[in-house]
């Protein structure tokens, strides 16, 4: 979805200027929307976020992010100043803040985003990942390498256009001009807009038959997460905690919170909810077995033992013992008088 947001908002400032609004409204200029630098940083994060099982945004991955919030921040510090400033002086100020030589370093740096995301994307697909979803997934594979070579393509038509326009210039009274400025400059905007259209029609219905299907891991990868799930609920006990859930547990176990549904779902035939509770209502019935319940009363077993209410304990007691706490409690305490 923000590959497709940093994409769209991208080709506003074109077609808002073929439209003539930009020069009736002069806050319209400079708007720092050309936010095509973060699209291969988006791309790459995306890459791996369907790769790995323990994907989560971090320190490293969020420096990703730092050179294009740099170069954007810039375009918003210059649009904030020409706001400021009437449009015969707009020139002066480009000049003092290097507005010229920022956009060719800026050019610059996506060319070697374009070259270098790409190629560590198309070199990752060579590896075995952790997680087989292109292995077995063929088609959502084949997606992913088209996108990159799509906006690959995207990126080196609109760097060949501005180049072309620093070089020749758009301004010679040329009858070349009409081709090389307006003409090329609209096709490239016209390419990506229709690669827009296409990754969301296409994206759309291959990330759908993908979903359809269930996620494919890799047997050892499975059984050593699941182990781990087990391992940390038996020991750790974290479903006594009122705060517990999917969030929190994917978090400490270094997961993401749909991988962790899907082991449970999946491999344990379980919603998480009712594998928490069944936790819990275990708990409650070893320690009812042991005596510790003994002066407690249904509210305070309930909050004990990690429910959030009364009713909710209540629920999920009887579905998966068949009886009421009280009459479990009952039982306990009457074997216990015949012993």
């Known amino acids: 979805m923000l590959i497709l947001v940093v994409a769209g908002l991208s080709l506003v400032p074109t077609f808002l200027g073929n439209t003539g609004l930009i020069e009736t409204n002069d806050y319209l200029r400079f708007m720092p929307l050309n936010l095509v630098i973060f699209i291969f940083p988006l791309l790459y994060l995306y890459f791996e976020s369907i790769r790995k099982v323990n994907f989560k945004i971090d320190s490293k991955r969020i420096g990703h992010f730092i050179v294009p919030v740099i170069f954007t921040l810039y375009y918003v510090i210059v649009w904030v100043g020409s706001l400021f ?53 063929l088609k959502y594979r084949n997606w992913l390498i088209y996108l990159f070579l799509f906006f690959f393509a995207g990126a080196l038509f609109e760097l060949t256009s501005t180049l072309i326009g620093r070089i020749y210039g758009y301004w010679r009274s040329s009858p070349l001009d009409d081709w090389l400025g307006f003409s090329l400059t609209m096709a490239v905007k016209i390419y990506n807009a229709v690669l827009l259209y296409v990754i969301s029609l296409v994206g759309y219905v291959t990330y759908s038959t993908f979903r359809s299907t269930k996620i494919s891991f890799d047997k050892t990868v499975i059984e050593r997460q699941l182990k781990n799930i087990l391992h ?13 859930s999917l969030s929190t547990f994917s978090k400490q176990l270094q997961v993401t919170p749909a991988v962790l549904s899907n082991l449970l779902n999946t491999h344990l035939n379980v919603t998480f909810n009712d594998f928490a509770n069944k936790f819990r209502v275990d708990e409650v019935k070893d320690k009812i077995q042991n005596g510790a319940y003994t002066n407690f009363t249904i509210e305070s077993i309930a909050a004990d033992s990690g429910f959030k209410s009364k009713t909710t304990f209540y629920r999920a007691f009887y579905k998966f013992t068949s009886q009421t706490p009280k009459t479990y409690i009952g039982q306990v305490s009457d074997k216990k008088k015949v012993s």
């Open 232 to 244: 940390k609920m038996e020991t750790e006990k974290p479903y006594l905690n009122k705060d517990f």
């Open 85 to 137: 400033v009437a449009i015969q002086d707009k020139g002066n100020l480009l000049s003092k803040l290097a507005y010229f030589e920022v956009q060719s370093a800026y050019y610059f740096v996506l060319l070697c985003q374009a070259i270098a995301y790409t190629t560590l994307s198309l070199l990752e697909l060579k590896k075995n990942g952790r997680v087989q979803l292109l292995k077995d997934n």
